[in-house]
């Protein structure tokens, strides 16, 4: 029996029925399969596909049915507007975290109008755990190369960091960034100063970690776990990040709703001035942002 695309929307619900938007799932997937953009089945949902297409769907919903989600089955994710690589090295760049990238481009505005740069076309930044490499990237995005922005990224993950490049390759090939395989800042010796620091490292409790990828999600453990209460890895990073930044630099970083108070409380107590919290689209305490005095 031949099967149209609109069979397989129709039947997505079955097809995907734990996943909260199959008949989205379904788009996509098909979408890779028949090489075509979304937009594309709309107007031909009364495709039939050939026999070898039909049995890559099914392998797709399969491993959808897994819990593994679908950026990893096309291997691809929207993020600001781009579409950026993944594979189960990196998380998937998730809405909540445009909000960083888009404080990321205020606070470089901010610091470039403010004269706080070393003469033009010499701001640096530096994103710490860049995983895709979705926020330096984003962000570099909206500046033209003649900024001279120079920016670094850096991952403990050698696979996270080969993507995140691979990335950088095809969407700002204009733009200069060093890639560094390390831990958080260890890096930086003989130490080199930032002007922007942008980090979404690993902060969701240990425990809670566990729980969310029993769903079968296939997240890498080391990009989210942040210890027993999920700051262990920042309370490394604040201190770091301080002696890295130039004076009225700022650092930007991710946490999670559950420890963004503690978070914005140790950037205090570590010397950061103008501590800023900032809500995501779904009214959580998302980013804050902190200057070096
Ligand atoms: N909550 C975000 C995600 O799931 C980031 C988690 C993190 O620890 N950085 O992608």
Redesign the pocket.
């Known amino acids: 029996m031949q099967v149209s695309v609109r069979d397989l929307q129709r039947r997505s619900p079955r097809d995907m029925p734990d996943s909260p938007t199959p008949r989205l799932d379904c788009d996509c997937l098909l979408g890779m399969i028949l090489h075509k953009p979304r937009s594309w089945l709309a107007a031909h949902d009364d495709e039939l596909l050939t026999a070898p297409q039909l049995a890559a769907y099914e392998a797709c919903t399969a491993r959808r049915r897994t819990g593994l989600p679908v950026a990893y089955i096309t291997g691809h994710k929207e993020f600001f507007g781009l579409d950026f690589a993944v594979t189960q090295d990196v ?1 998937i760049p ?1 809405p909540d975290t445009e909000l960083l990238a888009e404080q990321a481009i205020a606070a470089i505005s901010e610091y470039t109008r403010r004269g706080g740069v070393r003469g033009a076309g010499s701001i640096r930044i530096a994103d710490i755990c860049t995983g895709s490499g979705c926020i330096v990237i984003s962000v570099l995005s909206r500046f033209s190369a003649q900024c001279g922005i120079k920016a670094a990224a850096s991952d403990i993950s050698p696979a996270a960091i080969e993507t995140a490049r691979q990335n950088a390759r095809r969407l700002v090939p204009q733009h200069d960034i060093a890639f560094i395989t390390g831990s958080l800042l260890d890096w930086n010796e003989p130490r080199q100063t930032f002007d922007i620091i942008l980090s ?5 409790p240990s425990h809670t970690a566990r729980q969310l990828l029993a769903d079968g999600r296939g997240e890498p453990l080391l ?2 776990d ?1 210890g027993t209460d999920g700051l262990t890895v920042i309370r490394k990073l604040i201190p770091q990040a301080a002696a890295s930044l130039a004076g009225g630099g700022f650092f930007l970083i ?1 946490t999670g709703e559950y420890n963004s108070a503690e978070t914005a409380a140790l950037l205090s107590q570590a010397g950061f001035i103008s501590v800023t919290t900032y809500t995501d689209l779904g009214g959580m305490p998302r980013v804050i942002r902190a200057q070096k005095p």
């Open positions: 998380l998730k979404n490292p690993p902060y969701v990009a989210l942040g991710e």
